[in-house]
């Protein structure tokens, strides 16, 4: 059974840091691009950042010099730093992994960030 679990959302007031983690199992992590994605209310899921098999990472513009993405394949885990946390970055954050040579895909439930001002 596929399992993506993330940890460390909570709430944070502007300017400060969090750190999420995303832990998987039932999947040959190796073979996965892991990405982080959010969803504010009454938005639509966007791109935060992606890591491939091979360290190469990706950043939306938006949080792009903020947040910095790093996985750990001993763990099967990928993290998120983020930092000069704003309230536009209130967000369910969700992790994501996706198959870099096939198609199979999966989703972790979400963790609430919440960002006060």
């Known amino acids: 059974q596929v399992q993506l679990v993330e940890f460390g959302g909570g709430l944070v007031q502007a300017g400060g840091s969090l750190r999420l983690s995303c832990a998987a199992s039932?999947?040959?992590?190796?073979?996965?691009?892991i990405g982080w994605y959010r969803q504010a209310p009454g938005k639509q899921r966007e791109l935060v950042a992606t890591v491939t098999s091979g360290s190469s990472t990706h950043y939306a513009a938006s949080v792009k010099g903020r947040f910095t993405i790093s996985r750990d394949n001993a763990k099967n885990t990928v993290y998120v730093q983020m930092s000069s946390l704003k309230p536009e970055d209130t967000a369910v954050y969700y992790c994501?992994?996706?198959?870099?040579?096939?198609?199979?895909?999966?989703w972790g439930q979400g963790t609430q960030v919440t960002v006060s001002s």
């Open positions: 994501n992994a996706k198959m870099e040579m096939g198609t199979l895909d999966y």
């Open positions: 039932g999947i040959t992590f190796t073979l996965y691009t």
